[in-house]
């Protein structure tokens, strides 16, 4: 067998030197990865803290939104705050919808890295004026152009990919997911510390300071501080595509198209199926179900959480007399920042395990059925007080997101499994503007709920918060009846497991 491998490994050598140009940044990354031993920690290093800059703005502003929106003054009353937080929430989701695709496609024509610089730049100059909103409409307008000008997590998919040798994709695409959670979740905790400084500290932050005019500034100036560092690092980060389309290559020269010149002349492969593959390239994703219907399944899902992580900082927020927990906003900076470094712990030593036991598809229907009574607990949660009341939703929260993390995660596996390693750049695209556009749908509806359920306190059916708790779980119950058949199909694995 060993003899067999070496002898493919210099077949392919010969192969691959032939294909290598002098001027093609491309073509340096594979000559470096051919040579590179080991894990690539310096590329996975880069590709966590450019996803981390992305993710941090996404979800910074819940916890002190409602506080932001009150302070804006449009909302009449106090019930109504929920549904204009939903709109600037949703802003952000609903521009990234509408340029995805665009990026996808600049990404592909002038390289990975043009895209990822101009994302950091992006979040440096609307995040901070983002934080020096003066109004709830330039609120909106710099949460849209946040999301309509970053474009870089599509190709930051495929970038991890492309950066590292083969055996060493899976980690780099288990980066990518791990660090966009961790974002997602430490965001909001670097929003609950940091809003309201002149309040909170006042023997740093004095009254009548910028802090005190502005204070939502100082969480988006940290993020931006952040993405001025990572923007930085960015100058030594390698290209990956290709530029040499003008010769007697295919006119899509890639590294997947190199990968598959090489697979055609490997012992254990037929010329038939080399030609299949070439087939496989021009085939529609769309008629591929199997990846089609966990996409859509991650939609349903995306649209629950981002609903639930906008309603959930709008509830802890609100007043005991309206249904919530009287949070402050370094109550909820605290609750989501224990969740964080539980998810942090679970993805890189729990969830490795629970995988391979399991398989995805049977732990994402175990973490689905489990959650909603979970989630419908939350409202019985609130009439605790105390450290009672501390303690319990601490815990349903770090619960929440273990389970939110896991189903995301199995269904992230799921996709990368139904296509082909040549197609998952496509796919991933698909995926990417299918998820966006759920998730602008998710902030707007989930504000709007809230604040409709805050109005119908004496309700007989479902009372009070009771009702936007349910509608969530309506959400999660169609998710998870849709991870069994016939709607979910699953590529065949050789081991058997889903």
Same mark, same amino acid.
């Given at each position: 067998?060993?003899? &067999?491998?070496?002898?493919?490994?210099?077949?392919?050598?010969?192969?691959?030197?032939?294909?290598?140009?002098?001027?093609?940044?491309?073509?340096?990354?594979?000559?470096?990865?051919?040579?590179?031993?080991?894990? /690539?920690?310096? &590329?996975?290093?880069?590709?966590?803290?450019?996803?981390?800059?992305?993710?941090?703005?996404?979800?910074?502003?819940?916890?002190?939104?409602?506080?932001?929106?009150?302070?804006?003054?449009?909302?009449?009353?106090?019930?109504?705050?929920?549904?204009? *937080?939903?709109?600037?929430?949703?802003?952000?989701?609903?521009?990234?919808?509408?340029?995805?695709?665009?990026?996808? =496609?600049?990404?592909?024509?002038?390289?990975?890295? @043009?895209?990822?610089?101009?994302?950091?730049? $992006?979040?440096?100059?609307?995040? %901070?004026?983002?934080?020096?909103?003066?109004?709830f409409w330039m609120a909106i307008a710099t949460r849209f152009l946040l999301g309509s000008l970053n474009g870089s997590l599509g190709p930051m998919k495929a970038y991890?990919?492309? $950066?590292?040798?083969?055996?060493?994709?899976?980690?780099?695409?288990?980066?990518?997911?791990?660090?966009?959670?961790?974002?997602?979740?430490?965001?909001?905790?670097?929003?609950? #510390?940091?809003?309201?400084?002149?309040?909170?500290?006042? &023997?740093?932050?004095?009254?009548?300071?910028?802090?005190?005019?502005?204070?939502?500034?100082?969480?988006?100036?940290?993020?931006?501080?952040?993405?001025?560092?990572?923007?930085?690092?960015?100058?030594?980060?390698?290209?990956?595509?290709?530029?040499?389309?003008?010769?007697?290559?295919?006119?899509?020269?890639? #590294?997947?198209?190199?990968? +598959?010149?090489?697979?055609?002349?490997?012992?254990?492969?037929?010329?038939?199926?080399?030609?299949?593959?070439?087939?496989? %390239?021009?085939?529609?994703?769309?008629?591929?179900?199997?990846?089609?219907?966990?996409?859509?399944?991650?939609?349903?899902?995306?649209? &629950?959480? =981002?609903?639930?992580?906008?309603?959930?900082?709008?509830?802890?927020?609100? /007043?005991?007399?309206?249904?919530?927990?009287?949070?402050? %906003?370094?109550?909820?900076? +605290?609750?989501?920042?224990?969740?964080?470094?539980?998810?942090?712990?679970?993805?890189?030593?729990?969830?490795?395990?629970?995988?391979?036991?399991?398989?995805?598809?049977?732990? *994402?229907? =175990?973490?689905?059925?489990?959650?909603? @009574?979970?989630?419908?607990?939350? @409202?019985?949660?609130?009439?605790?007080?105390?450290?009672?009341?501390?303690?319990?939703?601490?815990?349903?929260?770090?619960?929440?997101?273990?389970?939110?993390?896991?189903?995301?995660?199995?269904?992230?596996?799921?996709?990368?499994? *139904? $296509?082909?390693?040549?197609?998952?750049?496509?796919?991933?695209?698909?995926?990417?503007?299918?998820?966006?556009?759920?998730?602008?749908?998710?902030?707007?509806?989930?504000? *709007?709920?809230?604040?409709?359920?805050?109005?119908?306190?004496?309700?007989?059916?479902?009372?009070? %918060?009771?009702?936007?708790?349910?509608?969530?779980? $309506? =959400?999660?119950?169609?998710?998870?009846?849709?991870?069994?058949?016939?709607?979910?199909?699953?590529?065949?694995?050789?081991?058997?497991?889903?």
């Amino acid at each position: 067998m060993s003899s &067999h491998t070496s002898m493919g490994e210099e077949q392919r050598k010969p192969l691959l030197k032939r294909h290598y140009y002098e001027n093609c940044p491309g073509c340096k990354v594979d000559q470096e990865k051919e040579v590179a031993q080991g894990v /690539p920690f310096r &590329h996975l290093f880069n590709i966590w803290i450019i996803v981390l800059s992305t993710a941090l703005p996404i979800s910074s502003l819940f916890p002190f939104l409602y506080f932001m929106v009150r302070d804006f003054h449009i909302a009449k009353r106090e019930e109504d705050i929920g549904s204009y *937080a939903g709109y600037v929430g949703s802003a952000f989701m609903l521009g990234r919808a509408l340029t995805s695709l665009l990026w996808g =496609i600049v990404a592909d024509r002038y390289g990975r890295k @043009p895209v990822m610089v101009i994302g950091v730049i $992006v979040v440096i100059i609307f995040n %901070t004026l983002f934080g020096l909103s003066v109004n709830f409409w330039m609120a909106i307008a710099t949460r849209f152009l946040l999301g309509s000008l970053n474009g870089s997590l599509g190709p930051m998919k495929a970038y991890a990919t492309e $950066v590292v040798r083969e055996e060493y994709q899976a980690i780099g695409l288990s980066t990518v997911s791990a660090s966009w959670g961790i974002g997602l979740i430490i965001g909001p905790a670097l929003g609950g #510390y940091l809003a309201q400084p002149a309040e909170k500290y006042p &023997h740093i932050f004095p009254k009548g300071s910028i802090w005190d005019k502005f204070p939502y500034f100082l969480p988006s100036l940290c993020i931006s501080v952040l993405a001025c560092g990572v923007l930085i690092a960015c100058i030594w980060l390698p290209e990956t595509l290709h530029n040499h389309k003008d010769t007697d290559e295919s006119p899509d020269d890639s #590294y997947e198209a190199l990968e +598959n010149a090489t697979s055609a002349i490997d012992e254990d492969k037929k010329p038939q199926e080399s030609e299949g593959r070439h087939l496989i %390239t021009n085939e529609n994703l769309l008629l591929n179900w199997p990846l089609m219907s966990s996409i859509i399944i991650y939609c349903v899902f995306s649209l &629950h959480d =981002i609903a639930y992580q906008e309603v959930f900082s709008l509830w802890a927020v609100s /007043p005991r007399r309206l249904g919530g927990m009287s949070f402050s %906003t370094d109550d909820v900076g +605290n609750v989501l920042a224990i969740s964080g470094f539980s998810l942090l712990i679970f993805q890189l030593t729990l969830y490795p395990i629970v995988e391979r036991a399991f398989g995805p598809v049977n732990t *994402a229907r =175990i973490s689905g059925v489990l959650a909603i @009574p979970l989630l419908q607990s939350y @409202p019985f949660i609130a009439m605790l007080s105390g450290f009672t009341l501390y303690l319990v939703i601490n815990i349903a929260s770090v619960l929440k997101s273990l389970m939110s993390v896991t189903i995301t995660t199995g269904l992230f596996i799921l996709q990368n499994r *139904a $296509v082909e390693q040549h197609q998952r750049g496509a796919a991933n695209g698909i995926s990417m503007t299918g998820m966006s556009l759920f998730k602008a749908i998710g902030p707007a509806g989930g504000g *709007a709920v809230f604040s409709w359920s805050q109005k119908r306190l004496d309700a007989a059916f479902l009372p009070g %918060t009771n009702m936007v708790f349910f509608i969530l779980n $309506v =959400i999660e119950g169609l998710g998870v009846l849709m991870l069994f058949r016939p709607f979910l199909r699953v590529k065949k694995q050789s081991t058997g497991r889903q």
